[in-house]
């Protein structure tokens, strides 16, 4: 595992798949930078297990071109790709133990039995399944399954590794410490670019250096976790990361409007029309009489509902028009004390830095 | 303060007892229960299998003078023909089962590869002799291997060749004929088998670098190997009873254990004789099947259960 | 026929009038025999017109042989009043004491060959085992002897012999060595082994089944072979180009008994007794090709002149056939026939 080749980059462009006349992928275009671990995140069926199958090679693009570290591989059948994959079921080879599972790709690589042990052995220590060579894979628990597929899958060292939605299965806590286990082995073991299929935007958020936001068989926006969360650029990909108000407001003479109010942003104003505003629930405050400062929109609207939720609370406000909005925030006293009864009417404040604008589908 | 009631000691105690009485006769009369919805069942297992072999068991053990004698296995070594039988028997079932394998491996892997709805459509195809009787599937083969049958005829009118081939009324027309029956038993099995194996696995073997061949050699093979097994024991052991078929396509020169029970069965005054056919025949299957199971391992036997 | 029966119903109910008193009206037996054409025609000759003359009800019954009887005597279950077997099954099952005894006051033995008449069973009908052989292959000069059957020189082609009726085939085998007709029995069984051997290798099939042999023949996968009377008769009727003659033909004979223990012994004793009558009897051949045990049949007048020469076990055709001996086989029956499977299995 130390005598790392370098990782490749991946590059795919133009990658089109259609099954029978549905179209999975559209004229899409993915770089991946050496090292890097890259998420593809959305909805299922959005196509991104397909881009990762074709990515294996177990699907055929109609289309396209895939060049590893400047290598064409679209045509290379899969056994040749020399890539790691982690599945979603694991499968692990049921009539195998874990050191032959794991040992299986040095075995086609024509591995000594020596050199293969030691590097099974490696393998097994740095997924912390040492000792459990000898068991049967029906002995194992849900996550050393886990941890088998994953070592089976870097054990050869491949340049890529492609992993499809491999935490799943497993429930919420051990989900949770996979993901960060999985974020520093990679860290670790620097050499291998990391392609990784999930639906779970926490999930993405939490383990990738990018997430490409994929709807429809198109990459909808690709960018670091914060960014994509600060500034996403469709409605779809603000809906998708995280939670969100969304509040319709026209842009004309060169500002925005939210019915007859004028709203401040941070961001140049943007091409005439109709817009959406996108709030984020723990950007928006309660404001009391002394504030607002200036460069804060102030909204009016009626509390309807608190929820404490322990650490945290959450509002529901109705503005004017009827639209309903989240508020999130810490239970702090102060914030508490002055907190109003349902019924009553509220302000609330939210600074024109935290204001996002996105195209009116 | 204490949240609950504070009942006294002994009261506790006695409650406790008495729940564990409640729940050890409530555990008594549930399997009571079961075995006698079982009983039905049983006793019929017992009834139709056990008490008949036993008895076929306790029947050979007498000569015709009704006296207790091992002659009616004496014979086998006396009598040449017996041996003979029982050799032409097994090497019957294992021809047939061979067949079977190598006909059946490739038709049950190319059904298990098919979209679901062809795949439903073959099986049919597979399935529907089953709705015919074996005695007219044997006469129809007999039609069709016979001299002046109709690959005969054939292959005479294209010129290919000058005599008949002796397909019919010898050891290939009894091939022919119980391959064609048991093929079925060996298809439905295994593809029952094969559709359980994970297409991720053939992923897997090829993502890690295992060529197609490697990957069917050391994945799919392996793992369709207990639907194969459960295929051949139930080929190897039906062809070691089969009747119509030999009698039938043999021509009277293959002669099987079964045709020898039926014939022993009216050649002597006493059911010993023809019992004594059977419980070698029920021994040595039991003997193979031990076999098998001792060859393919846990993985082989799992399949009754699990598969 | 119809003329025919009312006379034969009239003439057997005379005769019973005055030899015994009437069955006990509304009486029923059960009879079993071979099932298929044969007992279709027993029905037609034998088992309705004696229910219509003993004002009784005869139900029927298959059998598979001596095995059955056997089951149902031992078992204490018999279902039987009368059945059916062969004469060698009759002699085996008589020194097992399977049978009853029979009445011979009450059942006319006169007519039937005294082989055929014991103390607990009687000779019902004659099958012939006979050489058949293809036209279409021999023209007229196919093989006419046994001995011709085993000269596979002056004679080849493809042959089917008995595998299943050891009894026969040694018969044939027996013949074949060159013996007279009526010096076959008792027949020198490792003589007749011998013989078989000779022809084994050029046996292409051991017929297993009267069915079977019908196959053989019919569909050109042998050009001879040792058959059934009955079978041979069938295929001539179809137009399948055969030939066979009764000469040097084997006569076996089917006999029937009262299982021990049958239920309505007296009644079966009436209607075995009335159907070896020659009345009964000369009905037989008007339906099968079995002929009729008791050759006072032939005086009758029933059977058609140019029907006699066809059966098997007219006085002309006797004659020219060896008649299986049952006691004979019932003696060495088990032995010879193991020494047979042993040599036809080699």
Not at chain 1, 70 to 94: K, S, W
Not at chain 1, 255 to 277: C, K
Not at chain 3, 138 to 158: H, M, S
Not at chain 3, 321 to 332: C, E, G, I, K, M
């Amino acid at each position: 595992m130390s005598i790392a080749p370098s990782a490749l980059p991946i590059s795919m462009r133009r990658i089109e798949k259609r099954f029978g006349s549905v179209a999975v992928l559209r004229d899409l275009n993915l770089d991946v930078a050496a090292g890097e671990f890259l998420t593809l995140l959305g909805p299922s069926g959005s196509g991104k297990t397909t881009l990762l199958m074709i990515l294996a090679g177990f699907v055929r693009a109609n289309a396209g071109s895939i060049k590893v570290g400047g290598d064409e591989i679209i045509t290379t059948p899969p056994h040749r790709r020399n890539i790691g994959m982690v599945f979603q079921n694991y499968a692990l080879f049921p009539h195998m133990n874990v050191f032959h599972n794991i040992a299986f790709p040095l075995k086609q690589r024509g591995v000594g039995a020596a050199e293969t042990a030691e590097r099974v052995e490696k393998a097994l220590d740095l997924v912390k399944l040492k000792g459990l060579g000898e068991r049967r894979v029906d002995q194992l628990s849900g996550g050393q399954r886990q941890r088998v597929a994953l070592a089976r899958a870097i054990v050869f060292e491949p340049r890529i590794v492609l992993m499809d939605e491999p935490l799943s299965a497993l429930d919420k806590g051990l989900r949770e410490h996979m993901q960060i286990e999985l974020r520093a082995l990679h860290r670790r073991l620097g050499m291998m670019t990391t392609v990784y299929v999930t639906h779970d935007q926490r999930e993405a958020i939490t383990m990738s250096d990018r997430i490409a936001v994929m709807n429809a068989g198109r990459i909808e926006q690709l960018d670091r976790p914060e960014t994509l969360y600060a500034t996403p650029r469709t409605r779809f990909v603000a809906g998708f990361i995280g939670e969100s108000n969304f509040i319709p407001v026209e842009c004309r003479n060169g500002s925005v409007w939210y019915e007859d109010q004028r709203i401040h942003t941070a961001a140049p104003s943007p091409a005439p029309g109709q817009h959406l505003m996108v709030v984020r629930p723990e950007k928006l405050r309660l404001l009391t009489d002394a504030e607002p400062a200036s460069g804060v929109n102030v909204l009016n609207a009626t509390l309807s509902d608190i929820i404490y939720q322990g650490d945290s609370f959450v509002c529901y406000a109705v503005l004017r028009d009827g639209r309903q909005l989240t508020l999130r925030d810490y239970c702090r006293s102060d914030v508490l004390a002055r907190m109003p009864a349902p019924g009553r009417p509220v302000t609330l404040g939210l600074d024109a830095q935290d204001t996002i604008l996105v195209a009116a589908d | 303060m204490s949240v609950h009631p504070t009942l006294p000691r002994d009261t506790g105690r006695a409650g406790q007892d008495l729940n564990t009485q409640a729940l050890r006769a409530d555990a008594r009369r549930e399997s009571l229960r079961l075995l006698a919805l079982l009983s039905p069942s049983l006793f019929l297992v017992f009834a139709i299998i056990i008490v008949p072999i036993g008895w076929l068991f306790w029947l050979s053990l007498f000569d015709e003078a009704g006296a207790l004698s091992a002659a009616n296995y004496a014979r086998f070594f006396e009598q040449a023909s017996y041996i003979k039988t029982f050799v032409t028997t097994f090497r019957v079932a294992f021809i047939v089962t061979g067949a079977c394998v190598l006909l059946g491996y490739p038709l049950a892997y190319m059904l298990s590869q098919l979209p679901r709805r062809a795949a439903s459509i073959c099986l049919i195809f597979v399935i529907l002799p089953f709705w015919t009787s074996v005695l007219v599937r044997t006469y129809a083969w007999l039609v069709i291997l016979q001299r002046k049958g109709l690959i005969n005829s054939w292959l005479i009118d294209l010129g290919v060749i000058s005599e008949p081939l002796p397909l019919a009324n010898n050891l290939s027309g009894v091939v022919i004929g119980m391959t064609h029956i048991l093929l079925p038993f060996l298809v439905l099995p295994l593809y029952a088998s094969m559709k359980t194996i994970d297409t991720d696995c053939l992923r897997a073997g090829m993502n890690l670098g295992a060529g197609p061949v490697a990957t069917f050699r050391q994945i799919f093979f392996p793992l369709s190997l207990p639907g194969l097994a459960s295929g051949v024991v139930i080929v190897f052991v039906l062809c070691l009873g089969f009747f119509v078929t030999p009698a039938l396509m043999g021509g009277g020169k293959v002669i099987m254990w079964a045709m020898r029970m039926e014939q022993t069965t009216s050649l002597y005054s006493n059911w010993g004789a023809g019992a004594a056919l059977g419980v070698v025949l029920l021994v040595v299957t039991l003997a193979l099947l031990g076999l098998f199971q001792w060859l393919l391992g846990a993985r082989a036997t799992g399949v009754w259960s699990s598969r | 026929m119809n003329r025919t029966r009312s006379v034969s119903i009239l003439a057997v109910a005379g005769l019973m009038a005055a030899v015994a008193p009437p069955a006990m009206a509304g009486d029923t037996i059960t009879v079993a025999s071979w099932g298929g054409t044969y007992q279709e025609a027993e029905t037609k000759a034998f088992f309705k017109p004696t229910a219509d003359a003993l004002g009784i009800t005869i139900k029927e019954d298959t059998t598979n042989g001596l095995d059955d009887v056997r089951l149902q005597v031992t078992g204490n279950a018999v279902k039987w009043d009368i059945t059916e077997l062969g004469a060698d099954e009759c002699a085996r099952g008589s020194k097992e004491g399977l049978f009853e005894k029979l009445d011979y006051g009450i059942i006319d033995k006169s007519g039937i060959n005294p082989k055929l008449v014991h103390d607990d069973w009687v000779g019902i009908s004659y099958t012939s085992v006979v050489l058949i052989y293809r036209t279409d292959v021999f023209g007229d000069k196919g093989p006419k002897t046994w001995a011709d059957f085993w000269n596979v020189e002056k004679f080849p082609g493809r042959r089917a012999l008995s595998g299943s009726q050891a009894t026969e085939t040694l018969s044939v085998a027996a013949l074949a060595n060159g013996i007279p007709i009526d010096k076959v029995y008792p027949v020198d069984i490792d003589g007749a082994l011998k013989s078989v051997d000779k022809i084994r290798g050029h046996i292409d099939a051991w017929w297993t089944s009267g069915a079977q042999a019908m196959q053989l023949v019919k569909d050109g996968e042998v050009d001879m072979a040792s058959i059934w009377n009955g079978r041979a008769g069938t295929l001539k009727k179809e137009g399948a180009p055969i030939s066979f003659s009764f000469d040097q033909g084997v006569l076996t004979a089917d006999c029937m008994v009262i299982p021990k223990g049958a239920k309505n012994k007296a009644a079966a004793m009436k209607a075995l007794a009335m159907f070896v009558s020659p009345q009964l009897q000369a009905n037989l051949p008007l339906y099968v090709d079995n002929g009729p045990v008791n050759e006072k049949a032939f005086e009758t007048g029933k059977i058609p002149q140019d029907r006699i020469k066809d059966i098997n076990s007219s006085p002309e055709n006797v004659k020219k056939q060896v008649l299986q001996d049952a006691a004979f086989w019932r003696d060495n029956l088990v032995e010879a026939t193991e020494k047979f499977n042993n040599l036809v299995q080699q």
